[in-house]
């Protein structure tokens, strides 16, 4: 059990992954004091510190983590078996129920491990709601950087979460309104999408100078701009913008995938972030028990030829992120371990780039590089226990002792810690 003090509280004895893609540091200590990290790195290094006022958790066994930053979720989002059960769900679901659902799925993620989530689109102001309640302290969640509704195109991919902008002046109008709103980020929907019948995927729903005028506002207003990119077309102009997360990046066209190094070369030297998202569309091609080898073949090599576009990224050099798309078909909040393992099997990463990308990357990504994302002293000590070696079996991300989030254990075994 480990108090909740003012004082010290020293990990002792487990492996630690600092979030940094440096080598795992067998036997480390890492020492907390309020919210920070004071002390990080190998215990022949580390001074164990003694005390009344010192708390001291033997974590031998185990290995120690920066807790999971997941930049693609949808809070409101119910995660059913299909687009038009999810599209149901968060288009008639009253606010009060849609509220609820987005704590419980906010308190699934900490549970598991994830200790910063980004929300990329609801309906409403749900996801800012329960951003503050976590601030206020009159729940227990992640941290929550919201977008709010996403900006689309008359009918375009998520009309119905409630923000449709065509016009320069309409766009602008709808950056603003979304920055009054109080949202962190703001989020456009550069390409049609799967989940939004009558739309185009493969087609950009925004011209190059439209998504330059979000991100010119956005900017202006101190947020950052992510963007819906299933299709080339999407990622290009999305990348003309300066768009910092393109998310997807399928690179899909009329001919299937359509990858472009050249729109690559542009996001590398702007220095944009690809985002990643591996949801339960991929996580259900990954190897399974009750299949044969034959089975499992055809399902990695589908796997790997849907994520082609996704690999060619990674191989250039552009910055990317891993994340889960958490709440759409089949893709549940407590589960991102299994988009590493997509990342490993679909995207060639090791274990340790893919644990990297969900968390050192991804907090650069969002802007919290500074506080956030690695274990390291001086950073917010967002951290993750668990049984185990995860560089050795990704599985093991199951296996959660522990939840830190700002120096407090948040989550034991599973169970949220109240006290």
């Known amino acids: 059990m480990v108090s909740q003090t003012s004082g010290l509280t020293a990990l002792v004895g487990a492996q630690l992954i600092d979030g940094t893609g440096a080598p795992p540091i067998p036997d480390s200590v890492v020492v907390i004091q309020g919210e920070r990290i004071v002390a990080a790195g190998p215990a022949a290094e580390v001074a164990i510190p003694f005390g009344a006022e010192v708390s001291i958790l033997e974590a031998r066994g185990m290995t120690v983590l920066p807790g999971f930053v997941d930049s693609h979720v949808h809070l409101t ?167 910092d997360t393109i998310e997807h990046c399928l690179w899909l066209g009329q001919t299937g995938i359509e990858y472009s190094a050249e729109i690559a070369q542009l996001m590398q030297a702007k220095g944009l972030y690809a985002g990643l998202p591996l949801p339960g569309i991929y996580r259900l091609l990954l190897p399974q028990k009750v299949a044969t080898s034959e089975e499992q073949e055809v399902r990695l090599a589908d796997m790997r030829s849907q994520l082609f576009g996704m690999r060619q990224t990674i191989q250039q050099g552009v910055r990317f992120m891993v994340s889960s798309d958490a709440g759409v078909r089949f893709t549940r909040f407590e589960d991102l371990y299994l988009s590493l393992k997509v990342a490993v099997h679909g995207l060639d990463l090791s274990p340790m780039e893919a644990i990297v990308a969900a968390t050192g990357t991804a907090a650069e990504a969002l802007g919290l590089g500074d506080e956030l994302g690695s274990v390291v002293a001086g950073k917010r000590a967002d951290l993750l226990i668990v049984e185990g070696d995860p560089l050795s079996n990704l599985e093991t991300l199951q296996q959660v002792r522990w939840v830190f989030r700002d120096g407090r254990v948040m989550s034991q075994d599973g169970l949220l810690k109240l006290r």
Request: with cysteine; proline share 4%.
């Open 77 to 243: 989002f119910s995660a059913g078996p299909d687009h038009p059960t999810t599209v149901r769900q968060v288009t008639e679901e009253s606010d009060e129920t849609l509220l609820l659902r987005a704590i419980g799925n906010a308190q699934r993620a900490l549970c598991s491990g994830v200790t910063t989530v980004r929300d990329c689109g609801g309906r409403g102001h749900i996801a800012q709601a329960v951003r503050d309640a976590v601030q206020a302290g009159l729940v227990l969640g992640p941290r929550i950087l919201a977008s709010g509704m996403p900006i689309t195109t008359t009918g375009g991919h998520l009309y119905y979460l409630g923000l449709e902008a065509d016009s320069p002046e309409e766009l602008r109008k709808a950056v603003r309104s979304q920055v009054k709103a109080k949202a962190d980020v703001i989020k456009v929907c550069a390409s049609g999408g799967n989940m939004t019948p009558g739309t185009n995927p493969l087609a950009a729903q925004y011209s190059a100078d439209d998504l330059s005028l979000v991100v010119a506002e956005a900017h202006r207003l101190g947020r950052r701009v992510a963007a819906h990119a299933i299709g080339t077309a999407g990622i290009r102009h999305s990348a003309s913008a300066g768009v």
